[in-house]
T-cell receptor, first 116, second 116 residues
Framework: EPEVTQTPSHQVTQMGQEVILRCVPI?????FYWYRQILGQKVEFLVS????????KSEIFDDQFSVERPDGSNFTLKIRSTKLEDSAMYFC??????????????FGPGTRLLVL | GENVEQHPSTLSVQEGDSAVIKCTYS??????FPWYKQELGKRPQLIID?????GEKKDQRIAVTLNKTAKHFSLHITETQPEDSAVYFC???????????????FGTGTLLAVQP
């Protein structure tokens, strides 16, 4: 069964550094998402992406964050200048279709980001 | 804003007993309600979902009920087994007709412990 993949599985960075988290969504999926989960807390929506542009973003997704689909397979989340509070597990998700009828969102294994 | 409340935060049952987890959502336009199981350090995995045009759905030992009037939905696990032990998250989403972002708004999670 196809799965969403993410790299790296763990990332440790210094405060103020830039990080790029990478995701490969399921190949025929059209809608892509980033969520984060601070340790012990619920999963929170960051951003959704469709047709090469952001569909919706949350309050968490400020100017320090950006997303990109640089080619036909990868979907990236960039944090320009990391803060301590960015430490979390970041999940990528994808779904085939979202227009009028809900489709299952499939989650990747996550990247655990630790900002020191 | 959109919010999903989930109770209880922890639930301990004996193997073979039933477990019930309840969620309440705030956005009356929500029309899709998935449940995810998350084992420690792993990705959320969909176990069952329900759309607003049905009131109940069952899959073997797992069932979900939806009360749109009260904006409640519940997960029922019967004949629990130790491998059911995990954190369970409910979520709600809205897909306006004709295209949507269908972001998931998650509840705060329930740690289910099934005692052998």
């Amino acid at each position: 069964e196809p799965e969403v993949t993410q790299t790296p599985s763990h990332q440790v960075t210094q405060m103020g550094q830039e990080v790029i988290l990478r995701c490969v969504p399921i190949s025929n999926h059209l809608y892509f998402y980033w969520y984060r989960q601070i340790l012990g807390q619920k999963v929170e929506f960051l951003v959704s992406f469709y047709n090469n542009e952001i569909s919706e973003k949350s309050e968490i997704f400020d100017d320090q964050f950006s997303v990109e689909r640089p080619d036909g397979s990868n979907f990236t989340l960039k944090i320009r200048s990391t803060k301590l509070e960015d430490s979390a597990m970041y999940f990528c998700a994808s779904t085939l279709e979202a227009s009028g009828f809900q489709e299952t969102q499939y989650f990747g294994p996550g990247t655990r980001l630790l900002v020191l | 804003g959109e919010n999903v409340e989930q109770h209880p935060s922890t639930l301990s049952v004996q193997e073979g007993d039933s477990a019930v987890i309840k969620c309440t959502y705030s956005d009356s336009a929500s029309n899709y309600f998935p449940w995810y199981k998350q084992e420690l350090g792993k990705r959320p995995q969909l176990i069952i979902d329900i759309r607003s045009n049905v009131g109940e759905k069952k899959d073997q030992r797992i069932a979900v009920t939806l009360n749109k009037t009260a904006k409640h939905f519940s997960l029922h696990i019967t004949e629990t087994q130790p491998e059911d032990s995990a954190v369970y998250f409910c979520a709600a989403s809205t897909a306006p007709y004709g295209g949507a972002t269908n972001k998931l708004i998650f509840g705060t999670g329930t740690l289910l412990a099934v005692q052998p």
